[in-house]
């Protein structure tokens, strides 16, 4: 198995591996015969017109399809989305993103801050991040040491992205600019997915690189840093507990 | 074999008249004030096709909230469903082609399609449903949308469309009205 497979595979532990989302570019009647014959059920498709792009909602499938469809995603060939445990999870992520219907592709002032904020707020606390540059926007991710319910991790994060929409709006700018979006989230679970990290972004065909303080990362550099943040920084639960504490039960 | 795209609202079902006739009571789940509830109901209900400068916005929740109850509460119409039925006697390869967000709609449209006895072999959104029948082959698209009636000719996509007061007065796109799904059968032979 190609490396950066197993550490995705590493990092996403806990996650669902019988459904993906997969983002790419084939598509026809053939292809999803394709999938059918080797049991992978599609419950619906999507076509969006950044670059004719296909999205597949997948179940059924089998972790060996899955570890394909991981070396399709390390190779650039798709992306795979993965969905969040209906109950609990040992990763969470905040989705930051432009909030702009039209024009939106490039990165704001707002995202920038909020990102920076929630970084700084979330190091304090000692939740180790993985800020993965996407898009217009970033995927703030971090990985625990043990699952937590969503219950738990719901309200830890919109605590945390609530105290970076704070600093926005302390400095004046208009929070409805950017959307921040939660993984997981109890009041849609099941029904959102994320992109992991390790591939090209969808519409402007770049490698997601990852955020290392104000300096983002090559892809070579990157993927040295994910292995490292897979090996050596998942949070455990005290940690995290403890944060929890600092920002739900008893915030500033 | 055979392939036909067939939209859900407003040619399937009846959408819009329940979106207008049902009698949506305010209540948390919204995520809106009281006060703006009135007010955005009304929004949705006269300002259907208007664009949004936001994507993620109070107002495009309740919409999405609002839309889904409507998917469910929509009534079928007789004469499509027995399309439909004979679509899957006849062979076809049926695609339901909708504008619809099928991550929070998926359910609740297999539900009803499952629930009024429609056949179908994909679901699939497209945000332009006229590039999408060219991708992958298909000729001929049944739908009510404006954009659909007047330019699918032009690329080659036989459009369909249930006649209603929005596209009565249609001229020119090769399109056909249709009263009845029933005129539909003898035209997609053609």
């Not at chain 1, 599609?42 to 991981?70: A, C, I, P, R, W």
């Not at chain 1, 897979?230 to 500033?252: C, I, M, Q, W």
């Not at chain 2, 899957?88 to 399609?113: F, M, N, P, Q």
């Amino acid at each position: 198995m190609d490396r950066r497979v197993a550490l995705i595979k590493t990092f996403s532990r806990g996650l669902p591996t019988d459904r993906v989302k997969l983002e790419v570019s084939a598509y026809g009647f053939e292809f999803l015969s394709q999938l059918r014959i080797r049991g992978i059920q599609l419950e619906y498709g999507e076509l969006t017109l950044s670059n004719v792009l296909h999205k597949y909602k997948l179940t059924n499938l089998t972790e060996s399809q899955l570890d394909e469809l991981l070396e399709w995603h390390v190779a650039k060939l798709c992306n795979v989305c993965l969905y969040f445990d209906r109950r609990a999870n040992s990763v969470f992520s905040f989705n930051l993103d432009n909030n702009y219907a039209q024009g939106g592709s490039h990165l704001i002032p707002e995202v920038q801050i909020a990102v920076r904020t929630l970084v700084e707020r979330l190091n304090e606390v000692n939740c180790k991040l993985l800020v993965v540059a996407s898009g217009r926007g970033y995927h703030v991710w971090c990985r625990l040491a043990t699952a937590v319910p969503n219950e738990r991790l719901y309200p830890f994060m919109v605590h945390a992205a609530a105290g970076s929409l704070l600093v926005l709006q302390q400095r004046g700018l208009d929070t409805n600019n950017m959307k921040f979006n939660l993984y997981p989230d109890i009041r849609i679970q099941d029904l959102v997915s994320l992109r992991l990290f390790g591939s090209k972004h969808a519409k402007n065909h770049v490698f997601s690189c990852i955020l290392d303080g104000e300096v983002l990362l090559d892809e070579e550099a990157s993927w040295a840093y994910f292995e490292d943040y897979v090996e050596n920084r998942a949070v455990p639960l005290d940690t995290f507990n403890s944060a929890y504490d600092t920002l739900v039960k008893f915030p500033p | 074999m055979k392939t036909i795209a067939v939209d859900l609202d407003d040619t399937l079902n009846n959408f819009t008249q329940t979106l207008w006739e049902t009698p949506f009571a305010y209540h948390e789940r919204y995520a809106v004030e009281p006060g703006a509830f009135g007010e955005y109901l009304d929004r949705l209900r006269t300002q259907p096709l208007a664009v949004e400068a936001l994507l993620s916005t109070e107002f495009a929740y309740f919409r999405a909230k609002i839309h889904l109850e409507c998917y469910r509460r929509a009534e079928a119409r007789a004469d499509g469903i027995a399309f439909m039925q004979w679509l899957k006697r006849e062979g076809w390869r049926i695609v339901i082609c909708t504008h619809r967000d099928l991550r929070t709609s998926y359910d609740a449209t297999r539900t009803w399609l499952a629930d009024n006895g429609i056949p179908f072999d994909y679901i699939f959104r497209a945000g332009n449903k006229i590039v999408f029948c060219k991708l992958w082959g298909i000729d001929i698209l049944v739908d009510d949308n404006l954009f659909n009636i007047l330019y699918g000719g032009q690329h080659g996509v036989r459009v369909f469309y249930p006649v209603n007061d929005q596209n009565r007065d249609v001229q020119g796109g090769g399109a056909r009205g249709f009263e009845t799904f029933d005129q539909v059968r003898p035209w997609i032979a053609e």
